[in-house]
């Protein structure tokens, strides 16, 4: 038994060794956090946002993941904000997956809702079904 141990410690070894070999290469570390920033929401959504009065832009990335209770939507901000709705089945569109504040939905068009969330808007993609 001791030998298996023995023989894990050097490989045990070698991986921790890894992270630090590629410590203090090339970039600085809020370069490479950058550009993995950058990677990673490049084939994300995006959809119109807009905090307080400001004007909608297409700053804000949608993500979609599979919950317990069903599809949930996280809006990012460029600044690293973050929203969390959960889309219903009932025709109300979308609720606020976590937090206290109500999200309240408004049919913009046949394709399309706005959500209000506290101070922040989002204008997402919808299919509306009229009565």
């Given at each position: 038994m001791s030998t298996r141990i023995s023989k894990r410690i050097p490989a045990l070894a070698v991986l921790f060794s890894l992270p630090l070999a590629a410590c203090g290469r090339?970039?600085?570390?809020?370069?490479?956090?950058?550009?993995?920033?950058?990677?990673?929401?490049?084939?994300?959504?995006?959809?119109?946002?807009?905090?307080?009065?400001?004007?909608?832009?297409s700053a804000c990335t949608i993500e979609q993941t599979q919950g317990r209770d069903g599809l949930i939507l996280t809006v990012r901000h460029p600044d690293g904000a973050f929203r969390r709705l959960l889309v219903t089945q009932d025709g109300r569109g979308v609720v606020a997956a976590d937090g206290?504040?109500?999200a309240?939905?408004?049919?913009?068009?046949?394709?399309?809702?706005?959500?209000?969330?506290g101070s922040d808007r989002y204008r997402l993609p919808a299919t509306v079904k009229t009565s």
């Open positions: 090339e970039k600085p570390a809020s370069a490479q956090v950058e550009a993995q920033r950058r990677s990673e929401t490049a084939g994300d959504i995006r959809i119109a946002c807009a905090r307080g009065d400001s004007a909608f832009a206290a504040e109500v309240k939905v408004t049919i913009t068009g046949a394709d399309g809702i706005e959500v209000a969330l």
